[in-house]
């Protein structure tokens, strides 16, 4: 069965684009070698810096950062010096193939013309996609819709509490009565309590709103005031005891702590209204089966 990159070199990124074309057999028993690193970390290759040549082809800097961008290259805890190393290993093995299917004509095919269409039409809108979203994420932007946001947020109250879970009505009373009668909640809870997730922490569940917790839990919850002890409460869990430590207006999240969702938004929101424009701006014509959309307007994305 064919390989489409040299094992001769042995890098790490040859090997895994060639895994598809190996039976799980073969996978199984051929470990993956790995490049040594050298002890010092080189600086990247500068754009133009010519780091390899194949056959009098150069292979650049800007080469290795454009294949260090491709998600199937990900190399995750392979550290910087190791990477570069595998990464002109696998360009040269791109190039031994590539230069290898020039040479068999493979490019002349209709098919790999279709693809190379393809794909030229796809990498291109992915760029100006990428550069209209950048002129939309902009500082001001970004701080109006936060402004903007936050005016429409209205006060939440939220709650910290502790509680301890058993499975039986009997035990609950018992425990809130040893509670009520002085016992230190954050103790009992580490003792009895079935909740493996706060038991640990003395049953402590941290701040909650009224919405994230189940209702029969939430309701008991908000009507405590800070310091009081429940009566056994019931949930599809089990039963419950519980405490409320503090209440409080629930703050509202800074502007550098929502920063990173607003520009996500931003950046999505841009390449959507691009796409519709410019399918509003052109004509497209259907034909053929399924000319018609399901939504029987053409001019829907």
């Known amino acids: 069965m064919p390989i489409p990159f040299s094992l001769r070199r042995a890098s790490a990124l040859a090997l895994i684009l060639a895994a598809p074309c190996l039976s799980g057999a073969a996978l199984a028993q051929t470990p993956a070698p790995t490049a040594p690193a050298p002890a010092t970390a080189p600086a990247p290759a500068s754009p133009d810096t010519v780091v390899a040549r194949v056959n009098g082809q150069p292979i650049t800097g800007a080469d290795l950062a454009i294949a260090g961008e491709d998600p199937a290259l990900s190399l995750p805890g392979v550290d910087e010096a190791a990477k570069q190393n595998l990464l002109v290993d696998y360009m040269v093995d791109l190039k031994v193939g590539a230069q290898a299917a020039e040479a068999a004509k493979v490019g002349d095919s209709p098919d790999f013309k279709r693809k190379l269409a393809y794909f030229r039409d796809k990498l291109l809108l992915d760029e100006y996609l990428e550069r209209e979203a950048k002129k939309a994420v902009s500082p001001e932007a970004a701080k109006a819709l936060y402004d903007q946001t936050v005016k429409s947020m209205k006060p939440e109250e939220e709650v910290r509490a502790r509680h ?67 009566d056994p409460v019931k949930t599809q869990f089990g039963w419950h005891v519980l405490r409320v430590e503090e209440k409080r207006t629930k703050p509202v999240p800074t502007f550098d702590e929502m920063k990173e969702q607003i520009d996500q938004y931003l950046t999505r929101k841009a390449q959507q209204d691009t796409i519709v424009k410019l399918r509003e701006a052109a004509k497209v014509e259907r034909t053929g089966s399924g000319a018609t959309p399901a939504s029987g307007d053409a001019k829907k994305p």
């Open 164 to 230: 301890i879970l058993v499975e039986s009505e009997d035990e609950a009373k018992k425990i809130a009565a040893r509670i009520k009668g002085g016992e230190d909640f954050a103790k009992v809870a580490g003792e009895v309590s079935k909740d493996p997730g706060s038991k640990t922490e003395g049953g402590d569940l941290g701040w909650f709103t009224q919405e994230r917790m189940v209702k029969p839990f939430a309701d008991a919850a908000f009507k405590l005031a800070p310091g009081q002890v429940s």
